[in-house]
């Protein structure tokens, strides 16, 4: 018998873009590649589209949380990828959950999630050899979203066309 034990969630949910009206704050380059982004700027998604998000993010979060909750958006943001444009190893701290919106793009997310504790399993593994993968490529396609802890280290690769994402992070409170 196999079983997996301290797996880590990642929601994959085909949306309608046309329900996603967010009104971006400033734009400005961030991060050690200069990607223009509007993260930390004053972003205004419009109340149905947060209404239409959270059934999503409910209906995702039904399946791991199991006793009273709310879900609150407490901040989304923009980026807007040129050709060379990436973004370094990062988590999203201070939350509980991230997303990520592919709101325009041609091919496949160019987002890679690391394995937890990797340093740990390269020091005794060799990676795939062992049936440990230590990176996770997504899929994801323009009108998809990922939902995942916002502790799971991720990275983009250089971008080899122009491409859009929404992406924004969550707060999830336990009810008493």
Not at 5 to 21: A, G, M, Q, R
Not at 131 to 152: A, E, K, R
């Amino acid at each position: 018998m196999l079983e997996n034990i301290f797996s880590i969630p990642l929601f994959t949910n085909v949306i309608d873009l046309s329900l996603i009206k967010l009104t971006d704050g400033n734009i400005y380059k961030k991060w050690g590649s200069d990607t223009e982004t509007s993260f930390g700027q004053d972003n205004i998604l419009e109340q149905s589209s947060v209404d239409y998000l959270n059934k999503i993010f409910i209906s995702n979060l039904d399946q791991v949380v199991y006793c009273p909750y709310t879900v609150e958006v407490n901040e989304i943001w923009r980026n807007h990828y040129k050709i060379g444009d990436f973004q370094e190893n990062h988590i999203h701290p201070k939350n509980q959950y991230s997303f990520i919106i592919y709101e325009k793009m041609k091919g496949k997310s160019k987002t890679v999630f690391v394995r937890p504790n990797l340093h740990l399993f390269q020091n005794c593994y060799e990676g795939d050899k062992f049936g440990f993968n230590d990176y996770y490529y997504t899929d994801s396609v323009q009108g998809d979203m990922i939902m995942f802890p916002s502790v799971l280290e991720h990275f983009v690769k250089k971008a080899t066309e122009e491409y859009t994402t929404i992406s924004g992070n969550l707060t999830v409170k336990l009810r008493k």
